[in-house]
DNA sequence: TTTACTTATGAAATCGGTTTCGAATAGTCA
DNA sequence: TGACTATTCGAAACCGATTTCATAAGTAAA
């Protein structure tokens, strides 16, 4: 911040000596809370100036019990999709002036539990939970419980879906990602169609399959339960690599592939060219993300982007209204849109 | 934290008027710095429980000026080698009960220089910058200053090299890296290696090439300039793309190409595979960072990895160490491994 | 039982800001 | 110029912990 004389920091009353005033006026000079003389206002700008100083967060989050500071847990950073998030709600956030925190539960709810601790004892002024348990339909009652007591503090957002609790949520329009996916595949001409990774309890998984088979009521098109390998897996390269490997054996016939993300994606990828099938002439493959690894696998990804930045700023902004207790509604979606690539094309004649 | 009867949080002042105590017996139990008598002990203890009651780490901080928090200063999270580090950093301290904070500079200088700023008003009690400016060779005046004026109040911990400051250096053995390489490819008969990606003023991308030179030097295999490709390109997929084109222009009996890093590998290998090039048969493909990206990859590939859990670890003690003034060497190195897999093979005999 | 010494504890200062409240100063109008 | 109101400003309390210092209590030795 300042070196002062020798290490030590600069403080508002080392200004306000300097500047012959009092802490105070440094104090209103530094947050605009009032009307101070032009004349001392500059004098002591000058000195803010000359020893560049910035006050000190802990003593001004302590005073005013604002920390401008906002929570995020997220499931694990390491995951393209959650660091674009992160990016993106830590440029929003700076811009409104404010900082995030980021703490990574690794998925495991123990460490929710103890980074939750953690953050309210930060004074945190929001907190953001991006996946992690609150994307699971069944959330289990005590942690329901912890989230209560923690809202009763500080106001929690999540991109899940958490019943019994008051949070406000901002999330992915899940319905509409796979109703882009299935107009698009099925403008191609697809209609054996198989779903790959995932878990039902997901909510975000759940609704996409609801979406599946409603689009394909609507189209008429039989419900193949053979073709749907939405449960029970994970949402990594290797279950790509595996429930795809599955779905050969069983099915000639099928003519693309919805991945649940772009791992699983590049599993799937992986398990048609061990079989010498061709991306996208005799399969089609498409996915959820549009992380970096879509423009970089052969062929391209045809993949949903999630619209990071405005994600990132829908998150800060609602946590923000929350904070300043401004009226919001308590559900935001997200629209995602369709980056179509080189890994889908026209159905294959048979 | 705790609910207290309506929302506002309970303080040490509640448990000590609820425990018949002062507050200052409260925060000895709380700190154990100081005996206190069992049986008061545990009436207070028993409220802290009863209220799960967490000190306020604002006011620990601002008295104490001691945070036991460790600031990380990265280049940018969403590139999945900063990811790992940073996740390792931050399990490190967890177990060392400290917390880190992760500010994204995105490259650019003013906002590592904001964001340092945030950092010393955060009153972080040490700074680790990962990547970045202190990567270059070549750092500005005005950078260097800056560190040091910082330094004068926060131990900086970097990962690469910043002449004129006292920073502490804890960075992978790029040497090291290299020489694993090159000793892989060259016991597999390849002689005609190129070098795909990077800048020479980057100071790990300018010892490996020092490295590889060397070596070839060693056995005595003469030096080609127009095999090395290891200035003025970027760390990215489209810079290993491009690059390998070009190479592939040129050459025609090159048989080993080393990227520098997975990114880059996976641009070499897409243009090999336009090229209708096979990997190993033809041409070996190697790189360094060892993302999960290398375990997708068709077919995977052979890259060094930087033992992540250890560098975090190493950057975390190393800041501990600081923070309490103990002694410790001024430069750590972290010993890479390399992680053999299908994209290295034997040389073509022609 | 008294004296000497150790240990436990509370009162109060401190960290560095913000904010309330009342006093002082400036500005307005007659 | 005097009376009255509007601004500006400083003193002091406060946020919630830690820590020093002095006192009270407990223990051991005489």
Redesign the pocket.
Known sequence: MQKGSEG??????DIAKEA?????????V??R?????P???EKVEALIAKYN?K??V???G????RTKTIGVLAADVRNPYYASLFVACEQAAREAGYTVVLYNSLGKTENEVELLGKLQQQKVDAIIQLGGRVDDLSSSIEYVELINDVMSTIPVIVTGKLDGTRCHVVRIDSMKAMELLMDHLMGLGHRKIALVGGRQDVLATFEKSQMYKQILRENKIPYDPSLVMDDGGSYDFETGYRQMNELLEKHTDMTAVIAVNDFTAMGVMKSLNEHSIRIPQDISVVSYDNTYMAEMVMPKLTSIDYNYEEYGRKLIDTSIAMIEGRKKDALRMVTPSLVVRESSGPAPVR
Chains 1, 2 share one sequence.
């Open positions: 030590k920091a600069i403080t508002i009353y012959g005033v009092s802490p105070a006026t440094v104090s209103r530094l947050t809370s009032a009307k101070v003389r004349e001392k206002r100083f006050p000190n802990l003593a001004k302590l005073a005013d019990t």
